[in-house]
């Protein structure tokens, strides 16, 4: 009706049947349109090239079938694109005929809208800085003028500091998790015309750092009061100040997976030098399983008491053993070493089946014993075996001996259902620390080590979690300063609940 009063714009001048042919004509139109398209998808299957005519009417047989890309399944199907994520904010942009193309060009008839066509596009909204003010209003008595009043603000993340916690968490997430070195934060913070020095960059980070070392103390001890806890290090250089050079530092990584409720964990550590004292000073109050490479300095941890007993059980990493192996076979593919990758496999198989099927705890413990202890039999039938007629200098000896010295611990995943094949978890969180050293290649001294290890233990937790770490963190720096010291457990990755949206009012 709008586009019949823009081309008759007084209603008497309207033919006198449109009111009564205005339903009729379009229920017509949107037939004639669908038998359109009926009619061209006939035409096209019956009179269109013979290729055409047999992808239409009949499948076709490869003579050279493609292999699907995930080999596990045998009826592989492409799932198309992804779909977007349903959180995203939509902007939707409308598009309409003029006036006039609202015209037939056959009969000079009236279009009606029939439907649309949707085009979906992810797209940027840049980020902006902004500048918070924050006003304090100031009142005095007018009848006496000796009392004078300042309304208080909370107390920021850096006190008297020009940056807010939107900002700090920014930082920190493009440092410490998407591995920016911050000459690279201060050019993007450059292209919104804000010029902040690296030395202002690095004492907000710093500072930042302070603030949420208390967090990193509960994420340790919860890690501590668990059954079972990864383990693992990194090397990651280290000026030396006044030396002109840099020396090997490491960085640990000790944590826990979720288990029964309980969320996953990694808390990192940075040490001058690689000690056995780290891993004991932090494992001094754990009772339980260890997941871990067989390093000495671990070595104590496991040592039995006077009666014979241990405080705790070492479970070796099979991924390191199968690594070595695999390492022979890539040398030499007619390696018997390939027997070997093939029963570790064989393992791997058995676990990955139980984690499709959801198997964990006492059932999975029954399941390895029933299918694993076997096949751990004929390795270990294997190794002793070969480790007679291998020189121990060989790739192959090396890799035979090395299982051999860790056979028992090899064993203790048998033990308990929550215990993994490997240590695969902590090296995973060691990636995190390894993409960050690619870019900012090292630290400037042991404060800003430690400083990294706070940052990377937030981060790699809230990922571990599917947190949203720049959420996280700019909701954190903003409640820590007032929050009170008994309940700051609440603010840890895991235990943490994103701030309620409030509604405006009607």
Not at 46 to 67: I, N, W
Not at 289 to 317: M, P, V
């Amino acid at each position: 009706m709008d586009d019949l009063l823009l081309l008759y714009p007084n209603r008497q001048s309207y033919p006198k049947q449109m009111d009564k042919l205005e339903d009729v004509l379009e229920l017509a139109l949107a037939e004639i349109v669908r038998l359109r398209e009926e009619k061209a998808t006939l035409t096209h299957t019956h009179f269109g090239q013979k290729s055409e005519q047999t992808k239409a009417t009949e499948p076709v047989t490869e003579k050279y079938p493609r292999k699907p890309r995930n080999r596990n399944q045998d009826n592989y199907q492409h799932k198309g694109r992804n779909p977007f994520p349903e959180h995203l904010p939509v902007d939707v942009i409308e598009y309409d005929l003029k006036p006039e193309e609202k015209l037939c060009a056959c009969c000079q008839g009236f279009l009606i809208k029939i439907g649309k066509e949707v085009t979906r596009q992810l797209d940027l909204v840049p980020q902006t800085i902004i500048v918070r003010e924050h006003t304090k209003l100031k009142y005095a008595c007018r009848k006496c003028g000796r009392t004078v009043k300042l309304a208080s603000m909370p107390w920021q993340p850096i006190e008297k500091g020009a940056v807010g916690p939107a900002l700090l968490a920014y930082i920190i997430v493009s440092k410490y998790q998407d591995g920016l070195p911050l000459y690279r934060i201060q050019r993007q913070l450059k292209r919104y015309g804000v010029e902040v020095s690296r030395a202002t960059l690095w004492g907000w980070v710093r500072q930042s750092a302070n603030l949420l070392e208390v967090l990193c103390e509960k994420i340790k001890e919860e890690v501590v009061a668990g059954k079972i806890a990864f383990s693992d290090d990194t090397h990651l250089l280290m000026l030396e100040p006044g030396a002109g050079k840099a020396k090997t530092s490491t960085m640990w990584a000790h944590g826990r997976k979720a288990i029964e409720g309980q969320g996953a964990l990694t808390v990192y550590e940075f040490t001058s030098g690689r000690h056995g004292k780290n891993p004991q000073e932090f494992f001094k109050d754990f009772m339980g399983t260890i997941q871990a490479d067989l390093y000495q300095g671990y070595g104590k941890l496991f040592a039995c008491d006077e009666n014979g007993n241990a405080k705790r059980k070492l479970a070796a990493c099979w991924a390191h053993v199968r690594r070595k192996f695999v390492d022979v076979v890539r040398n030499d593919p007619t390696s018997i070493a390939q027997e070997m990758v093939t029963m570790i496999n064989a393992l791997y198989a058995i676990e990955k089946a139980a984690r499709k099927e959801g198997i964990t705890g006492e059932v999975l413990r029954l399941e390895r014993l029933e299918k694993s202890a076997p096949i751990l039999q004929n390795i270990f039938a294997w190794l002793k075996k070969y480790q007679q007629e291998t020189p121990p200098t060989m790739a192959l000896g090396k890799a035979i001996n090395y299982a051999l010295k860790a056979w028992q611990a090899l064993q203790t995943f048998l033990d308990d259902g929550h215990i993994e094949i490997d240590n695969n978890r902590a090296e995973r969180a060691i990636k995190t620390v390894v993409i960050g050293r690619k870019n900012f290649l090292f630290v400037g001294s042991e404060n800003g080590g430690k400083t990294a290890a706070i940052l990377f233990s937030l981060v790699e937790t809230c990922k571990q979690n599917d947190i949203d770490s720049l959420a996280y963190l700019t909701d954190v720096l903003k409640r820590l300063p007032n929050h009170p010291y008994q309940r700051v457990s609440e603010l840890l990755p895991h235990h943490w609940k994103p701030p309620q949206k409030t509604v405006a009012a009607a």
